[in-house]
């Protein structure tokens, strides 16, 4: 394929190793390290391999002991790596041939493979310049631990796996749990090679690897290409080499490979995180928030008050002035809470209201506890975790917080009301009419009793005007203290209500703080997780 397919298959994996590396970040906190970090190492290879040769192709040859590998090798390789591999100081080490020298120091470096053979081209084979690695690998079921933990690495290493099975070991399970299955997003760069089939009768070559067909299927690895093949006899040698020379001159096996890892790493992601979108926050639900917070903050107990305050005080400004000193009496509502402020620091003011003892604690609980579970409903359980977790995280500061935006908020309770002036008025003027009647009265008893002419009195429809007066002025005094009772108790209720709007507006911005933004932020990171992993995995 030509190298606009390669730089198109490399621009489609930077954009999947960019979200790969935003999903790695905005789980953390919310998924197992041990994943995380296995996102990290695919992450840290990725970008290792792609800053080293572009231009050559590392194919890993795999195998249990007695499977003919190196002899595959070998024979794929050509005369002059079997001649080197005679001399090899151990069978521990891996072993590379090179073709295409340039660029291919600091690859080998990074895969720490010392023993290097630089050959020339076998007919058919990397004779167009294109750079190839092939690397003999010691055996994967090798008793020595070290010869696994190679095989191990290079497993995550190599750009194309060739796994070399024989005829009597294909099915067995120690290559197929341990290797093939895992890596079944991997089928675009493996090759199965079921090498000695010379040992097997002509006709059971075809049922033999229809056998490994079939359970390479169910290893997940039901696309990857099957080849019989003999070492010994070169029969089907010329196969592995043509898949090979086919994988390096498309030049994509380097971003195929990383690519599967990502879909790997994505596929464990995903399952570490589980399937789901969460509901996310509601206005119904913050509501339902503020309105329990509001309770558990006693906010019916200050408007309760500020009704109270305001009814108090008109009863002092529009009362009748006979009697309304004796409210003087009657402490404040307000002012017994600590919320009439006259000029003082809403910031450090207290309130003198019931603290939160344990229905309002369990209250305040229950109305958090309700809300995040509303909010992370549908959510995977790890990150329903996570969100309950940030809707707790100021259960604490709650109390305290609602005391403090009920100090702070402007209740306007004891702003005057505008009738109250015009009753005032009109209520003096009443009691002065009826004090001028008994002062009436009075002279003309005086009169009376020291014996001199006392004049004529006005009537009214028959009744003396000083006596008029004393009942008119006491009269309309009384009604017009029963008319403000009512005005005040519906203006009170106003005031209450404006109060109520005021109040649960200050404990919705805490509830917001300290209970929303907290969840909203969480659920917002769940829905970036989820695009940025389904922007990984494709």
Known sequence: MSRHGAAAEASRLDRRLEALNEVRELAAGALPEDVLDGVLLVLERAASRRSLSADHTVVGFFGATGSGKSSLFNAVSGADIATAAVRRPTTSEPLAGIW???????????????????????????????????????????????????????????????????PQKYADAAV???????????????????????????????????????ILARDGLGKVQVIGASALVGSGVDNVRAAIRQVATQRQAQSQRLGADVTRASARLAEASGAGETAGVTAA???????????????????????????????????????????????????????????????????????AGAPERARTDAAVR???????????????????AAAREGREQLPDALDQAIASTELKAGRKAWWWRAFNI?????????????????????????????????????????????????????????????????????????AR??????????????????????VSRLESFNKALRAASR
């Open 100 to 166: 295409g020298a340039e660029g291919s120091g600091e690859l080998l470096d990074w895969l720490e493979v010392r023993n290097r053979h630089h050959a020339t081209a076998v007919p058919g084979f990397a004779d167009d310049g294109t750079g190839l690695i092939l690397l003999d690998l010691p055996d994967f079921d090798s008793t020595r631990a070290a010869n696994r933990e190679i095989v191990e690495r290079m497993v995550g290493l190599v750009d194309v796996l060739v796994w070399v099975l024989d």
């Open 176 to 214: 197929h749990n341990d290797f093939l299955a895992p890596l079944a997003s991997h089928g675009a760069v493996t090759l199965v090679v079921l090498n000695q089939i010379d040992r097997l009768p002509a006709q059971e070559v075809r049922p033999v690897l229809e056998s490994l067909g079939g």
């Open 285 to 355: 639900a913050k509501a339902r928030l503020a309105e329990e917070l509001s309770v558990a903050a006693n906010v019916p107990l200050v408007v309760d008050a500020v009704v109270r305050s305001y009814r108090l005080e008109s009863t002092r400004r529009t009362g009748w002035p006979v009697t309304r000193w004796l409210v003087r009496f009657r402490p404040d509502p307000l002012r017994r809470l600590n919320l009439r402020r006259e000029g003082a620091s809403a910031e450090l003011n207290r309130t003198s209201l019931p603290s």
């Open 370 to 388: 309700e809300f995040a579970d509303a909010a992370s409903d549908g959510a995977p359980g790890p990150w329903r975790a996570v969100i309950r």
């Open 426 to 498: 009109v209520q003096w003027l009443a009691l002065l009419t009826a004090l001028g009647g008994f002062a009436w009265l009075g002279v003309l008893a005086a009169l009376g009793y020291f014996q001199l002419p006392v004049p004529q009195v006005p009537l009214v429809a028959g009744w003396p005007v000083p006596t008029v007066m004393i009942a008119g002025g006491a009269l309309l005094g009384i009604v017009l203290a029963v008319l403000a009772k009512f005005i005040a108790a519906a203006a009170a209720r106003a005031r209450g209500a404006a």
């Open 501 to 522: 709007k005021r109040l649960k507006a200050s404990v919705a911005a805490v509830a917001a703080k300290l209970v929303v933004e907290p969840v909203e932020l969480e």
